[in-house]
């Protein structure tokens, strides 16, 4: 009996943990979008844009802490295309980045499945299209991660959850644009400014309540100033950094920028103004809402709420108030302080100057003299495959150089686990911003003039917050520090769509020569292949 019996224990035990496993393994969830073009008169103009499942801004993806993304995009537009995770961090597989530098685009009337998680992460992000200027068009939309059941948050559970999609907008078509940036001409300035694609929504809430407000800047050049009339806003996550919990009765968000707010309804009851509107501009262009209170019939009345009378300085300072809550866990139960960054010494400093120089007599923007050009093979594809002169990695020194400026596909090469030190430099009289895929990163310092090494007594070597996109006022420097974990072909670019696409922008190839799972994913198998990677086989 006893001899009959352990083996049967033996195996339902296995049983069981077999389930176990199968149940613990991530969820997985399916999409399929299809990218068009539609008409839609958004400032009171027809126009064309691209939308997502007839959608304009794309769907919300609402997703939860490591759950696996299985989105089949079809392309119905009649250029080639991509879409980015803005701010995903694409765990050991930038093969699924969705940009230029690790993916072929989706030729037209053809598909691409992307493969991706959302590992170790929370909080508010986007995605956007990253070829040619198609993200002067549409085809954005908001990414939010929420936390695990398991892991407890920092305040309590909102009442209601808005997600707001801030950004300016032209009325014109993007290949006119993308025409006028390939003759040599600036950006013009934008028409308006939209909220959630619209010049009109409003937001309902109960009295008494507390709504999470998602506000991400999708624009493509210009710094917003967000409010709310008449309620404070406590900022509580900051791209997947929980934050010190301060009130605001405004907020800077950058281009490529997302912030979490919470809103209490604890005004009387009517209509309020929710507003965004161009900082730093000489003619202020401004978008507004309604935030309605359920039981009200109120209109809302007074004048809209203004911007911030001072401009780079209260910004600057305001953006130091931005500190990380060491006590609170994100994605994972240990606390964010738990990681003491500030004791750490960089294997190395890299300083990047962004400049606009005339290169065969044509308008282009250049990270310390080098202006950045697509080649027609991914540099991850040349890599994996081995394929000579896609790419150098020469061409981009770590300082600027002062030299005239070039042309060439720029690659910044560094070792896996390498901690660096990056330092935005802007010697231009116009705002900046700074998206690194792969990371986020700690903003340790803003100042003013040309950064030194004496600047690093002035470092937040204790709370720096955790992003994944930075901002750098004019004549002034920012500081980040990087901890090179996650290996693959990760881009540096400037948000300002223009300024990328112009070649403000370069890749980091973090690599160990090693080739193993525990690094890096294999190159998947539905893999596109262009350039000269065309007939080879993964």
């Not at 759950?67 to 080639?80: E, F, G």
């Not at 014109?172 to 600036?186: E, P």
């Not at 770590?398 to 660096?420: C, K, Q, Y």
């Amino acid at each position: 009996m006893v001899k009959s019996f352990i083996p049967h224990l033996v195996f339902g035990v296995l049983a069981v943990l077999g389930v176990s496993l199968m149940n613990a393994e991530d969820p997985y969830l399916y999409f399929t979008w299809t990218v068009t073009y539609g008409t839609r008169s958004i400032l009171g103009v027809p126009q064309q844009v691209i939308l997502i499942n007839g959608q304009f801004p794309g769907p919300k993806l609402d997703v939860v802490t490591n759950n696996n993304i299985i989105l089949n995009l079809i392309n119905k537009l009649d250029q080639p295309f991509l879409m980015t995770w803005n701010g995903i961090k694409q765990r050991k597989n930038s093969w699924q980045d969705g940009v230029l530098g690790t993916n072929c685009p989706i030729p037209p009337n053809s598909n691409y499945t992307y493969k991706f998680q959302a590992k170790d992460q929370i909080g508010s992000y986007t995605y956007f299209p990253s070829t040619l200027m198609h993200r002067a068009a549409g085809g954005f939309g908001a990414l939010n991660i929420i936390h695990r059941s398991v892991i407890p948050i920092p305040y309590a559970n909102p009442d209601g959850d808005f997600t707001l999609l801030v950004g300016d907008w032209f009325k014109a078509n993007h290949k006119t644009l993308q025409q006028s940036l390939d003759s040599g001409k600036s950006m013009p300035f934008p028409d308006g400014v939209l909220i959630n694609g619209q010049t009109q929504a409003t937001f309902t809430g109960d009295q008494g309540k507390t709504y999470m407000f998602r506000i991400s800047n999708v624009g493509l050049s210009t710094s917003l100033n967000f409010r709310i009339q008449g309620h404070k806003m406590k900022l509580v996550e900051v791209e997947g950094s929980h934050v010190i919990q301060n009130l605001y009765d405004s907020l800077d968000v950058h281009v490529g920028q997302s912030i979490t707010i919470l809103v209490t309804l604890d005004q009387p009851p009517k209509n309020y103004y929710i507003v965004a509107s161009t900082r730093f501009t000489k003619t202020v262009l401004t978008a507004t809402a309604v935030l309605h209170y359920a039981n009200s019939n109120a209109p809302v009345s007074g004048p809209v709420p203004a911007a911030p009378a001072n401009g780079f300085d209260w910004s600057m300072e305001q953006a130091r108030t931005y500190r990380w809550n060491l006590t609170s866990n994100a994605a994972r139960p240990n606390p964010q302080g738990s990681f003491h960054y500030g004791t750490i010494t960089p294997t190395k400093t890299i300083v990047l100057a962004n400049s606009a120089p005339l290169i065969n007599g044509k308008l282009r923007y250049a990270v310390n003299g080098v202006s950045y050009i697509n080649p027609d093979t991914p540099l991850k594809l040349a890599d994996y495959f081995n394929i000579p002169g896609v790419f150098s990695t020469n061409s981009l020194s770590e300082l600027p150089s002062g030299r005239a400026a070039t042309l060439a596909t720029s690659v910044m090469a560094t070792s896996l686990h390498d901690f660096i030190e990056v330092v935005f430099q802007n010697n231009e009289n116009t705002m900046q911003a700074w998206h690194l895929d792969g990371y986020d990163f700690w903003v340790v310092g803003f100042g003013s003039g040309q950064w030194t090494p004496d600047k690093r007594k002035s470092y937040n070597l204790v709370d720096a917050l955790t992003r994944h996109t930075t901002q750098v006022y004019p004549n002034s420097w920012t500081a980040i520090l990087v901890s090179l974990d996650n290996q693959g072909m990760w881009n540096v670019r400037s948000t300002l769509w223009d300024r990328q696409y112009l070649g403000q922008q370069f890749y980091l190839r973090v690599w160990n020569p090693v080739r193993s799972l525990a690094n890096e994913y294999d190159i998947p198998s539905n893999v596109l292949l262009c350039g000269q990677a065309v007939g080879r086989h993964p």
